[in-house]
T-cell receptor, first 112, second 112 residues
Framework: DADVTQTPRNRITKTGKRIMLECSQTKGHDRMYWYRQDPGLGLQLIYYSFDVKDINKGEISDGYSVSRQAQAKFSLSLESAIPNQTALYFCATSLTGYNEQFFGPGTRLTVL | TQLLEQSPQFLSIQEGENLTVYCNSS?????LQWYRQEPGEGPVLLVT?????EVKKLKRLTFQFGDARKDSSLHITAAQPGDTGLYLC????????????FGKGTLLTVNP
């Protein structure tokens, strides 16, 4: 089945470390997104990309960077992780012209 | 100010009961989506409503879009433990960019 996958699923790291979260999709979608989910705060958009050369900041991009290596791959980096970046991170995809987004299973990140 | 207000934030009921959750805003939207997120998974689209006053049914779930297209409700009849999850509403906040903004969600627990 066409799918959205995220690696790793769980990660524990220390303050100041560089972390990369990876997302791959086989849906053939052109648009990809990174969200952060905290209890009681819903889903907040970090970055989004409409194609390989089009990357945009979302609501909470500070402290994060992204790379769209190919249409199917979108990575999220935390250059120097801090404890308040502890959260669930979701990657999502969509097709231009359609509102529906398809989400990956998430990465649970803990920064000590 | 939150674009979308969802209520209640938490709901715990017994199997077989009926329930309604709400998604409200002061803004008018061209469409609104409902997603369900089960524990340990990413959100999955349940329905998109487009027309003011529209009612859509998905088995025991009934979705309604307000006449003024500012609010929506989700009614579940005879809830089952499998309905447990976080119910999120979302709207396109980016115009032709199809960027979604999510509400904070209603966390539903259906006890056997």
């Amino acid at each position: 089945d066409a799918d959205v996958t995220q690696t790793p699923r769980n990660r524990i790291t220390k303050t100041g470390k560089r972390i990369m979260l990876e997302c791959s999709q086989t849906k053939g979608h052109d648009r990809m997104y990174w969200y952060r989910q905290d209890p009681g705060l819903g889903l907040q958009l970090i970055y989004y990309s409409f194609d390989v050369k089009d990357i945009n900041k979302g609501e909470i991009s500070d402290g994060y960077s992204v790379s769209r290596q190919a249409q199917a791959k979108f990575s999220l980096s935390l250059e120097s992780a801090i404890p308040n970046q502890t959260a669930l991170y979701f990657c999502a995809t969509s097709l231009t012209g359609y509102n529906e987004q398809f989400f990956g299973p998430g990465t649970r990140l803990t920064v000590l | 100010t939150q674009l979308l207000e969802q209520s209640p934030q938490f709901l715990s009921i017994q199997e077989g009961e009926n329930l309604t959750v709400y998604c409200n805003s002061s803004s008018v939207f061209s469409s609104l989506q409902w997603y369900r997120q089960e524990p340990g998974e990413g959100p999955v689209l349940l329905v998109t409503v487009v027309t003011g006053g529209e009612v859509k049914k998905l088995k025991r779930l009934t979705f309604q879009f307000g006449d003024a297209r500012k609010d929506s409700s989700l009614h579940i009849t005879a809830a089952q433990p499998g309905d447990t999850g976080l119910y999120l509403c979302a709207v396109n906040s980016g115009g032709s960019n199809y960027k979604l903004t999510f509400g904070k969600g209603t966390l539903l627990t259906v006890n056997p």
